[in-house]
């Protein structure tokens, strides 16, 4: 099952991964490999990129950085072969991207000359980016029937699905809300009347894409080998006011 109906799609520039992606799932479909497991190997793969953002070793912090955002497709390919989609696995998702996040970011502070409130408001930016991709983006798929795993309110613990434990559901939709609660309300205050649109032009969520987390990961990559390690922050900083923008362009539309 894709993620949206074909009619519906639009061109996903942070969604370069998903050719690999499918090409990772469909060679362990027939395996025990699991979706979380999956999962387990970006972590793995983020994880490696830090490690080597802290040493300045940049292009392979830009390869790990690319593997890490194919791996988080694939595991969500793999559900949907395998027809397993879980809570679970869509909430440790979420929670090991923000965690990642934080932790790139901390290792950029690290290496340049940014002071930590800077890096803080980077982080704070990134995070609103992706909330109002991801809240466009669910907005569609819950409109035309494609994967609705994500749903567009998450105010209330989801029913354990078949295959996965109401105890791991609850315990990850906790973390999950510590961690985008606040983002989630946000973004919602500043577009309250998205989820009754009925008009989200498949150019607007091209644009709207830049904000998904693999073209955060690959603007960070190219600006990491071009010699631009200070300028990410600020960068993010300054790209985070195009949510204003974007949202008032849905508005007026």
């Known amino acids: 099952m ?21 090409i990772i799932a469909n060679s362990i479909k ?8 999956v ?8 994880i ?19 593997l890490k955002s194919v791996l988080d497709a694939a595991d969500g390919e793999l559900a949907r072969i395998k027809k397993t989609p879980s809570y679970t696995g ?22 340049t000359d940014s002071n930590i409130l800077t890096t803080i408001l980077a ?7 992706g909330t109002l991709y991801n809240y466009y983006y669910t907005i569609l798929r819950n409109k035309h029937n494609g994967d609705t795993t994500s749903r567009v309110f998450e105010n209330e613990v989801p029913m354990a699905l078949p295959g996965e ?19 989630d309300k946000i973004i919602y205050r500043l577009d309250r009347s998205a989820a009754k649109s009925k008009n989200f032009p498949n150019w607007l969520m091209t644009l709207v894409s830049t904000f998904g987390l693999g073209f955060q990961l690959l603007v960070i990559s190219i ?3 071009s010699g631009l390690k200070d300028d990410i922050i600020p960068f993010f900083i300054f790209y985070s006011l195009l949510i204003f923008v974007f949202i008032g362009i849905r508005k007026i539309l």
């Open 30 to 37: 027939n395996t025990s490999v699991s979706p979380i497991q």
């Open 48 to 66: 490696i990129a830090i490690v080597c953002i802290f040493n300045n070793q940049f292009w392979l912090a830009g390869f790990f950085l690319i």
């Open 39 to 46: 999962t387990v190997s970006f972590i793995i793969s983020g």
């Open 165 to 183: 434990k109401q105890k791991h559901v609850n315990i990850l939709f906790g973390l999950y809300k510590i961690l985008y609660g606040g983002f």
């Open 123 to 129: 982080v704070f930016g990134i995070q609103l980016q």
């Open 90 to 111: 869509r909430y440790f998702d979420s929670v090991s991207d923000i965690i990642l996040n934080i932790f790139i970011f901390l290792a950029l502070w690290h290496i």
């Open 223 to 225: 600006m990491l080998v």
């Open 2 to 22: 894709s993620k949206l109906p074909k009619e519906h799609k639009f061109i996903d520039l942070s969604d370069y991964g998903r050719i690999p992606a499918k």
